[in-house]
């Protein structure tokens, strides 16, 4: 604790510095207000005692000066006055002394007075430090701010500007005393459209008003190039008594942001077209896979009907051979037979001639004898029956070979190969072959009736029609448990030819009634159906411009109506698209 | 047994038959044994050509699939050596492509699908012999005719202007 003695009468200077060197303080005297100043700058002094009357410079000017001075640590300013020369005591505080004691002074109160100094002193010393801590981050925050490439700028209720950063005097191109205390709408560069000032007024207030943050996004110049993005935040900042006292706007320059959002944008769109793109070839490719099974199931369905056709063929060249000379032998025999017949009726005769007519004894004895033998054989063998039954037998067999040729040349008229022309026919003829074909299968199932009226010839492939009724005509019996009815009807209808076939089966459920002309559907059991046979009937309808329809009622039975158009097929082919 | 033979008229045709399958043969013989010509049968066309040499047949009717030799093969051997001898094609094969082929190559008289109506079979191989003997007719009249015009040609060199006959409009004999 060092104190400098500020004191013209020697006297006086030593008693006050006696008393403080007494009291363990360190004392430097001065004789007057200069010599003071001058010490005061060279060492450092805590406490000045000063009388106020001094020649050369009075303690008042030393006070002030001091004061007006800037240095490190407080200097506690104590004068010297007389005791009863009050009227100085304003001037005394006035000229920034920090009190006063009156001469003569009582060593007590001194050092009473001294000791508030040194409580000042220190309470200055941690203001100071305080200052100086507060001041440093102070600095640390405005570095911080200027830093941010943010615009941050803060206004007060009267929109003047309060604050600025570093980023907003460089963007704005203004400095710094310039900008504060402006209202911020006289700041042309922050807002080149007046709409937006407009906006942004509205918001400082809305928030000031409402206490809450905001945002918002703001677009500024012309070309689509110098296009630049900003987004606005109007941050409230509140007093201690929680009212807002300044608005923050912290603009930011999303330009660079939001050309690269737009970029990210792109390239998801492209993505995602790509991915469309994708999507739709696997889409492609898959329609396709499924087209290329359906083609190569009914490339196979038609492999094996034509082979169905050549085998068929094969076998009717076959059998031609020996049907031909069983029933050309049958007839042979038949008239061997009528020979015999004629023969044995001519040895009858004699042999009753002789039985009767003819006198026994005449007779060598051993004839008698054997005209008995062949009485009794004729009548053991019953050659009555035989002769007849000979003949019935013959017709028996003839009969067996006329089926034979029928089942031939149905065979051959139902499939045969190479021969899926477009002709000109009436397809009772079709109806007629195909259904004795199938015969087979539906006689133990069903009764079948068939209803064939005046038919016109159409253009067709004949052996594809039989192919339909033959597929609907089994499904029929398949589609009857034990035992019912199957109806083949057909007639001319509004220039078309309209073929019902319907029995009294168990019928098609609702729901996949639409289905059963698609390819693969079938309700048959795993491996029973390919699930093609109605839609290959459903192409070959098509085909030949006429059309397919159902109906059914479950357990009630099925109803197929097909019509075809009885005039010309102009162009079939290119009329057919199959169903898929 | 002399009655008969003068109630039949003399068998002065001889068809043959070709046919791997003998069973088609005998059926055949069998059917035809009552018929008014000579029956010759080959279990193949190579045999059927063989006994073409030494007989004198005015009909070959064949069948068409055979091992060996096929009846269109057959037939247009026996239609190159034999121009004179019809044929029949036999066949159980009703096919159109078959059928113009044994017409355009080997000039067939006509087709026979198996299996045959004996009747049918019997009345076809009548209308051919028949044929065959309009042939032999016309020939011969031919002959004949070209015989008179060659004597006739004969008088004219003689007596030029013999075979000529002048007539008017009306046709009468002028001169």
């Keep these: 604790m060092q104190i ?6 020697q006297i006086a200077r030593m008693l006050l510095q006696n008393t403080l060197k007494k009291r363990g303080y360190e004392v430097l005297c001065a004789e007057n207000g200069r010599q003071a100043w001058e010490l005061a700058n060279t060492y450092t002094v805590n406490l000045l005692i000063s ?7 009075d303690g008042f000017d030393l006070c002030r000066k001091i004061r007006a001075s800037s240095r490190d640590d407080y200097i506690y300013i104590i004068m010297l006055t007389a005791l009863d020369d009050k009227s100085n005591l304003l001037r005394v505080f006035d000229s920034g002394a920090d009190d006063y004691i009156p001469k003569p002074f009582d060593p007590e109160e001194l050092e009473a007075r001294i000791h508030t100094g040194v409580r000042v002193i220190a309470l200055e010393r941690g203001h100071k430090d305080l200052q100086r801590v507060i001041g440093s981050s102070r600095d640390k925050l405005r570095v911080i701010l200027d830093s941010m490439n943010e615009e941050i700028v803060s206004v007060d209720r009267n929109l003047s500007i309060a604050s600025v950063n570093k980023a907003f005097i ?3 191109e203004v400095c710094f005393q310039d900008v504060i205390g402006q209202t911020i709408t006289n700041m042309d560069s922050v807002f080149d459209d007046p709409s937006s000032r407009v906006q942004m007024v509205e918001n400082i207030k809305s928030v000031f008003k409402t206490g809450e943050e905001k945002s918002e996004n703001a677009v500024s110049g012309d070309a689509e190039n110098e296009r630049q993005y900003k987004e606005l935040t109007f941050l409230p900042v509140k007093d201690s008594q929680n009212e807002v006292s300044q608005v923050v706007i912290v603009s930011r320059d999303v330009t660079e942001q939001r050309r690269k959002t737009m970029e990210i944008y792109d390239l998801n769109r492209n993505l995602r077209d790509a991915l469309n793109q994708v999507n739709i070839k696997k889409q492609e490719l898959e329609e396709a896979m499924a087209q290329l099974k359906l083609t190569q199931a009914q490339a196979l369905q038609t492999e094996k009907m034509a082979s169905i056709g050549q085998l068929a063929a094969g076998v009717a060249h076959e059998i031609n051979n020996p049907t031909g000379f069983v029933s050309s032998n049958l007839n042979t025999l038949d008239e061997y037979q009528e020979d015999i017949d004629s023969l044995l009726k001519a040895y009858r005769e004699l042999l009753t001639g002789l039985n009767k007519d003819v006198a026994k004894e005449n007779l060598s004895s051993r004839i008698p004898a054997k005209i008995d033998r062949i009485l009794d054989l004729e009548q053991e063998i019953d050659i009555e029956f035989v002769q007849e039954d000979i003949r019935d037998l013959i017709k028996d067999c003839r009969e067996g070979t006329d089926r034979i040729k029928k089942i031939v040349l149905n065979l051959k008229s139902f499939a045969h190969p190479g021969e899926d022309k477009l002709v000109t026919r009436d397809i009772s003829q079709g109806l007629e072959s195909t259904l004795n074909m199938v015969n087979n299968e539906l006689k133990y199932k069903a009764t079948v009736t068939m209803d064939l009226g005046d038919l016109p010839e159409i253009q067709c492939y004949p052996q594809q029609l039989n192919q339909v009724f033959m597929n609907i005509l089994v499904n029929a019996a398949q589609a009857i448990e034990t035992h019912g009815e199957i109806k083949i009807m057909a007639e001319h ?3 078309n030819v309209e073929i019902r076939i319907s029995d009294t089966g168990s019928g098609i459920s609702e729901e996949n009634i639409p289905r059963i002309f698609d390819p693969f559907f079938t309700t048959k059991d795993v491996g029973k159906g390919t699930g093609l046979g109605m839609n290959i009937a459903y192409n070959i309808i098509k085909k030949h411009n006429g059309t397919i329809d159902v109906e059914s009622t479950v357990g009630k039975g099925t109803t197929f109506t097909i019509k075809l158009p009885a005039g010309r097929i102009d162009d079939l082919k290119s009329g057919a698209s199959n169903r898929t | 047994m002399n009655e008969n033979l003068e109630e039949l008229p003399m068998k002065k045709h001889t068809v043959l038959f070709i046919d791997d399958d003998e069973m088609i043969l005998n059926a055949i013989k069998r059917a035809l044994r009552n018929e008014n010509y000579h029956i010759l049968t080959a ?24 091992p060996g030799k096929s009846g269109l093969e057959v037939l247009k051997d026996v239609k190159r050596t034999y121009p004179r001898i019809l044929t029949i094609m036999l066949t159980g094969q009703a096919e159109v492509n078959i059928a113009a082929q044994a017409i355009n ?7 026979i699908l198996k299996p045959w109506e004996d009747a049918d079979l019997k009345i076809t191989i009548q209308r051919a012999l028949e044929s065959l003997d309009l042939i032999q007719e016309r020939d011969h009249l031919l002959r004949k005719v070209q015989d008179r015009d060659m004597v006739l040609q004969n008088l004219e060199k003689k007596h030029p202007g013999i075979s000529n006959v002048k007539r008017d409009e009306d046709g009468y004999i002028i001169g």
Excluded: W
């Design chain 1, 493 to 495: 209808v509004n220039g």
């Design chain 2, 43 to 66: 279990t193949s066309g190579d045999r059927g050509l063989m006994l073409l040499k030494d007989h004198p047949v005015g009909l070959v009717i064949c069948d068409y699939q055979m």
């Design chain 1, 51 to 57: 009388d106020l009357d001094m020649p050369e410079m």
């Design chain 2, 105 to 111: 190559d080997c000039g067939v008289y006509k087709f």
């Design chain 1, 4 to 9: 400098l003695i500020a004191e013209d009468d």
């Design chain 1, 170 to 172: 460089r963007r704005q």
